[in-house]
């Protein structure tokens, strides 16, 4: 059976009760025990507090975090969005803020949780407001600078197109900038008065920008002309000539005379640069240069006159401008000789064309190998200091590139008042276009002379052709003209009217002598093997004056020298001639290249130019070639020095055109023609069945031209 415990008497240990203590003992234990108790208890309240406080402050850090990725965001999207002159971007992001973060404190439960989010959201408000700030005040000169360019380009358009109203025009802009009701009224007045200094210079730079359009030879003569010198116009003269990619080397005394050498050159189609060029070889730019002793006699003046010479030309050797002018003339005529050649123009002017002519007739081609050693050297200095104009080129219009020049301390002084003021980059901005705006308008000059005199020809021409046509065949084309209708004609030249009176006179001996005239079937041979010799026959003619002179000396009669003047225009303009289709052809080539060319298709207007100006200088190639009985084909071969379509020649056009492309086109077109011209050689009658054919009655010539019988 169990045993029953029993208890002893003993001392219970540290913290428990002793049951057998006294009540009164063992009421003050069971106090002791309750009160250690309770501290067990407050102990693990305080832990759990602490607990909750902890993972309540991490959350508040996570959500700060989340709010600031949310918030850069959001403020980088507003940014990008807000438009300029926004007033409402701060003050919106700071109230959105401020929603956002006293929504979400509540997600806060501890107290140190809660002033945790209250100092992390005040922060974070904070640093958003001042970029929000920063944000709206960029809006702010946003809408500043929006706002003045309306007002530049409005009060500046109105200065560009009446420089007398840049006064009147940057007044009202100051005004409107002022103006307490107007679009500027809450920007800082420091702010308006830096746009007004601004305004006024710009106005002032359009002004002068419309100016130097309409007048630029005023506006370069509106600075003292030592004053000018700063901006260096003859350097961007010199420039406006120089060949693409080369550099020109001309030396300061000579350079001063840049100007009137520029006007003297586009007068005669010279190349200024060439014109420099040469006088710094001649004289080093010095006026009163007088040359050594020689044969011909002593070289005086700018350009190095010798007496005859000077006389020739009507120079004044003491007078700069007259030897510059004279100069000019001389190697016009020397380039209209050589058909455009620099080098043999050059050589010309230094050792006499007659020494020229004897050494382009002995060596031909070699003809360079052959020069004194004074005119070798005299040719390739000019040619190397000019810039690199290639040799046998014509002079062409370049693009101007201007020479960038270190600014002064101070803007120069102008007698017009809008020039002062701008910076000393908006002067020589001015500068550079009066002297481009110059030297086009110098061009243009030329160029209209040229068309007039050429217009004048070709009225001189027509006018002698009815006369003609007239003496020989009065009864279909009006009666034969008067003496005194002849001789009041102002279009004919003096030479002109004699010829007509000439013609008159064999036509009325022609007459007198038999009503049937006399054949002269041995000349007109002698003349159809002229008319229709190889290109390379040396007896070869292009025009009409070995018929003329044999029709006045009485070698042919008239319906012989009627035959005779068909052949030769059906040579030179006929339906069946091969040449005047290919120039034909080149000439709608080079208009389609240069239309399609960058340039071209940036400013039609221009390509349009271009295209004009490639056409009259090739029909100017053509006539003079035919004036000195050259075969003008040539000028469309392929493999011959004066092909007009040359990548350097048409770049100098400066379209930039593709020349390969163009130059195959024409090659093909070139071959096709001469494809179709052996066809009909093959079918048709030949030159040499001539006498067997009747009048209208096709053939081809040596060349496989098809022609008509007259």
């Known amino acids: 059976m169990p045993q029953i415990q029993t208890y002893d008497d003993h001392i219970a240990p540290q913290g428990g009760l002793n049951v057998q203590a006294s009540p009164a003992d063992f009421g003050a234990q069971i106090g002791q025990a309750t009160e250690r108790f309770g501290g067990a208890v407050q102990g693990v309240a305080e832990e759990i507090h602490q607990y909750n406080t902890t993972q309540d402050v991490t959350n508040v850090h996570v959500n700060m975090a989340k709010a600031r990725a949310e918030w850069t965001k959001t403020y980088q999207d507003r940014a990008n969005s807000a438009q300029p002159g926004d007033e409402t971007f701060a003050p919106t992001m700071m109230k959105d803020m401020a929603d956002y973060f006293q929504k979400g404190a509540a997600s806060a439960t501890t107290p140190a949780g809660k002033r945790l989010w209250a100092q992390m959201s005040a922060s974070m408000t904070s640093e958003f407001g001042v970029r929000a700030v920063d944000t709206q005040g960029d809006l702010a000169a946003k809408d500043a600078v929006n706002k003045y360019d309306t007002i530049a380009r409005s009060y500046g358009a109105a200065a560009f197109a009446d420089h007398t109203q840049a006064d009147v025009s940057i007044a009202s802009a100051k005004a409107a900038i002022d103006d307490p009701n107007g679009m500027f009224a809450k920007i800082p007045q420091t702010a308006r008065d830096k746009f007004k200094q601004q305004v006024e210079q710009d106005i002032k730079f359009a002004a002068a920008n419309g100016f130097v359009e309409k007048y630029p030879d005023a506006m370069l003569k509106s600075i003292a002309p030592d004053t000018l010198q700063l901006f260096k116009p003859g350097q961007k003269l010199v420039d406006t000539n120089t060949a693409p990619g080369a550099k020109a080397n001309i030396g300061k005394a000579t350079m001063q005379w840049a100007p009137d050498v520029q006007r003297a050159g586009a007068e005669k189609g010279v190349n200024p640069n060439i014109l420099l060029a040469q006088i710094q070889q001649e004289s080093s730019g010095n006026p009163k240069a007088v040359g050594p002793m020689t044969k011909y006699g002593t070289a005086k003046g700018l350009s190095q006159f010798i007496d005859s010479t000077a006389a020739q030309y009507g120079v004044d050797v003491t007078n700069p401008k007259s030897s510059i002018n004279g100069q000019a003339a001389m190697m016009s005529d020397l380039l209209k000789k050589y058909g455009g050649d620099y080098s043999k123009a050059l050589a010309a002017y230094n050792w006499g064309p ?131 209708e002849i001789s009041n004609d102002k279009i004919l030249t003096g030479q002109e009217i004699q010829h007509l009176a000439d013609y008159k006179l064999a036509r009325l001996n022609e007459l007198r002598a038999a009503a049937t005239p006399k054949p002269n079937p041995e000349n007109v041979r002698n003349l159809m093997l002229q008319i229709h010799a190889a290109d390379d ?57 240069f239309m399609r060319s960058y340039m071209g298709q940036a400013d039609p207007a221009k390509a349009i130019d271009a295209s004009y100006r490639f056409n009259f200088d090739l029909q100017q190639k053509i006539n003079q070639y035919r004036k000195d009985n050259k075969d003008p084909s040539v000028l469309l071969d392929p493999g011959s020095r004066e092909y007009m379509l040359k990548g350097e020649r048409l770049n100098s056009y400066g379209m930039a055109v593709s020349f390969d492309a163009g130059t195959q086109a024409n090659v093909q077109a070139s071959q096709s023609l001469a494809s179709q011209a052996q066809k009909a050689k093959a079918v048709l009658p030949t030159y040499q069945q001539y006498d067997t054919l009747k009048k209208g009655d096709q053939y081809t010539d040596p060349q496989g031209n098809v022609r008509t019988k007259g």
Do not use: C
């Not at 004194?372 to 005299?378: C, D, G, I, R, V």
């Not at 007039?452 to 065949?473: F, H, L, W």
């Open 354 to 484: 007659g020494n020229v002519d004897k050494t382009l007739q002995a060596y031909g081609s070699l003809w360079q190998n052959h020069l004194p050693a004074e005119t070798s050297n005299y040719v390739a200095k000019i040619m190397t200091n000019a810039g690199a104009v290639t040799t046998g080129e014509p002079p062409m219009d370049q693009p101007i590139n201007p020479v960038e020049q270190p600014a002064p301390q101070q803007p120069v002084q102008s007698s017009l008042s809008f020039m002062n003021g701008l910076s000393w980059e908006q002067q020589n901005h001015i500068v550079s276009r009066g002297v481009q705006l110059e030297h086009l308008q110098l061009s243009m000059e030329t160029r209209a002379r040229e068309m007039a005199d050429y217009a004048v020809k070709k009225q001189r021409e027509t006018a002698m052709s009815n006369y003609i046509s007239r003496i020989v065949d009065p009864d279909n084309h009006g009666g034969v003209p008067s003496d005194v």
């Open 537 to 593: 026959d040396p007896t070869k003619t292009y025009n009409m004056e070995p018929v003329d002179a044999a029709f006045r000396s009485r070698l042919i009669n008239t319906d012989e020298w009627m035959r005779l003047r068909g052949e030769v225009e059906q040579m030179r303009d006929g339906n069946g001639n091969n040449f005047g289709k290919q120039v034909h052809q080149t000439r709608n080539l080079v208009e389609q290249m």
